[in-house]
Structures are given as C-alpha cells and as structure tokens.
C-alpha cells in the first residue's frame, strides 16, 4: 500500500536554529516528490520538485533531497517567517494524482 | 509564474443554497485542474480532477451531484456546492497542473476558499 509519511508532526526551533524535516514514502514507483508550504487559512505554496534519487534543490534557507526511500528538507539558519506546515506529496509513476502526507508544523521562535 | 487564482476567498450561506467557487490559472493554460478539501489541522483531500472539456472525475466518496465541476476553458474551473449544508462547511482548494519533467506536472495551488454553511 502506497505511503506518504511526515516526521515530526511538529517543531518548535528558535531563530537560528537549523533542523531537517523528513518524508518517508513507499510507492510503486515514483515520478515526483513536492515540497509545498502551507500558512494558516491559505493554500500551498509550492517549493521544490525532486525526480530522482541524489537530486538536491535549494531556495534561500530550505534545501531539499531525495534517496529511494525519503526524502528530507533542511531549513538553515531559521526565522520567524519559516513558521508554516510544511506537506510532502508524491506522485506516483502510475497515477495522475498526489498522495500527500500529514504535514510538519514548524514554529520559529524569535 | 503560475499563479492561481480562486473567488471567493470566504462565503457564509444559509443552509439549502448552492455557492460556486472559480478557480483560474492566471499565466498559463492548464488542461487539468484539481479540487481538494481540507478540515482543520488536516492534510488536503482530493475530493475531484477536471480535464478541460470533459467531465470530472470525483474520488470515491464524494457525491458528485453536490458537487459539481466545470472545467470551461483551459484558465478556468468552477465547483459548485448544491444545496449546501453545515457539514460543507470546509475549506476548498483548487490547484492546476503546470507540465514538468519526466512527465509530472507540479500542481500549483490557489489561496483557497472558507465555506461556512449556518
């Protein structure tokens, strides 16, 4: 049975303070894997795509990667302004649609 | 790039009326537009995925006679909410799909759209 699953459910950092949030996903075959950001009362924003194992991207603080099992988003250095739910979703090689998980909560602390 | 647009951002209606949310790619053609639902402190649910011209396709589950999708043009997507009741009361969220690489598109989402029902 496919899975996406999100670890922690929730982080609490002060400012400065880097940490990594990890997705697990067990699918039969994989085409893509997002990171999206969602704010409170907002939709996601999108992030990152990543297609295959050892890929890498990176945006201001966040870097994301990927291995054939998970896939992990760094945040260095944080502020503030990173506080949001961040989703993994993963898109299937045999499916149109994305499966996503639970969502880490990450507050930053000033 | 690819921004998407959704109005209205919030309705309050009275029970038995039906409410329509628009959904448009604002800078690019998106052949497939998707509808999600999402409670609090939970993930998104995809409750329906349009392809432009065609009719919807709705997940197991969801009743498509209440909720009924128009994918009109290649920029815009409708949900309409039949004779809403209070436990429609959700927040709805659209996406379009944008073309990426190794044939996966990535779905990019619009601000959403708080649906109360008293």
């Known amino acids: 049975e496919d899975q996406v699953t999100q670890s922690p459910e929730a982080l609490r950092l002060q400012e400065g303070e880097s940490s990594s949030l990890n997705c697990s996903y067990t699918v039969s075959g994989l085409r893509g894997l997002f990171w999206y950001r969602q704010d409170p009362g907002k939709g996601p924003e999108f992030l990152f795509t990543l297609y295959s194992a050892g890929e890498e991207k990176e945006k201001e603080r966040l870097k994301a990667t990927l291995t054939k099992k998970e896939s992990f988003l760094h945040i260095t250095a944080p502020k503030p302004e990173d506080s949001a739910t961040y989703l993994c979703a993963v898109h299937p090689s045999y499916w149109g649609k994305l499966q996503f998980g639970a969502g880490t909560q990450v507050v930053v602390t000033p | 790039g690819a921004v998407v647009s959704q109005h209205p951002s919030r309705v309050i209606c009275k029970s038995g009326t039906s409410v329509k949310i628009e959904c448009r790619s604002l800078d690019f053609q998106a052949t497939t537009m998707f509808w999600y639902r999402q409670f609090p402190k939970q993930s998104l649910m995809l409750m329906a995925t349009?392809?432009?011209?065609?009719?919807?396709?709705?997940e197991q589950g969801v009743e498509k006679d209440k909720f009924l999708i128009n994918h009109a043009s290649l920029t815009l997507s409708t949900l309409t909410v039949t004779s809403a009741h209070p436990e429609d009361s959700s927040f709805y969220i659209c996406?379009?799909?944008?073309?990426?690489?190794?044939?996966?598109?990535?779905?990019?989402f619009g601000p959403g759209t708080r649906l109360t029902v008293l």
């Open positions: 996406s379009a799909s944008y073309p990426g690489l190794a044939g996966t598109d990535t779905q990019y």
């Open positions: 349009s392809n432009e011209g065609s009719k919807a396709t709705y």
